[in-house]
């Protein structure tokens, strides 16, 4: 498993990396959305299972090579870990990624930062996230007495030195700005790049499966903050369609880029071709 797409935006390079990919049937489904009616999620599937991919983008600005987030790695589940090899399809290895950008600490976006033994996958990179992802993540880590939770803390603490903190609005390299889109997590953020009057918006975990844009009221089990993550969705799914985004998405169908619409008071979705 190795699927890259190549793109540009104005003169900046881009490719979406698909780091895995799964169906989720309908029972999988029920669980991530548990305040829905389970007759309602089978009709907006349509009886079919749900297609999920782990979309990671790659990012070459003025030379300066970011990644935006790295999947399970070989952490996750024999589906995934296709990264590194989608990396090496653009003539890339691990070591000449400058920035790995996070977008929020769950683990399907992090769990790829080490490789075996506790090896650093990308050691010549500097991590860059949101203040306030670290903060939730590193306050939840330490007051958990999880196992995983206790060597999840660990593993980050000692990677401090590699962090670099930004927030809505900042510059991660000419023409990728920071956007905010917290509720998925606290610190949940997506990357906004412009260049020659061009725009790619990267909403990550803005939603989850398709049936999100027309139903953007759904929980996702996941969220930190459903509440907040609704009306985040609401806001920058708008925006998408007014402003006419190429929009990429985490887990939607591979490459998971597209077009958003207005519904009247919902969305759809147009992928690209």
Known sequence: MSKSYQFTVGDIQCAVLQEGEATKTLDRIAERYPTVARAELEAALGGKPAEDSLNCLYINSGGTRILVDVGFGTAGPPDCGGLVAALGGNGLTPADIDIVYLTHFHGDHIAGLTAGEGRLEFPNARFITMSAEWEEWMGRWAASESADDKRQLERFTALRPRFSFVAAGDSVAPGVTVVDL????????????????????????????????????????????????????????????????????????????????????????????
């Open 182 to 273: 917290a509720g998925h997590t606290l610190g949940h953020s997506g990357l906004l790049v412009e260049s020659q009057g061009e725009q790619l918006l990267h909403v990550v975990d803005l939603l989850h499966q398709s049936f999100q844009f027309a139903r953007t009221e759904w929980h996702f089990v996941f969220d930190s903050d459903g509440d907040t993550a609704v009306n985040t969705r609401r806001r920058v799914l708008g925006r998408c369609a007014d402003e006419g985004l190429l929009t990429l998405f985490y887990h939607l169908k591979f490459p998971g880029l597209g077009a958003v619409r207005r519904e009247g008071d919902s969305f759809s979705w147009h992928p690209s071709e």
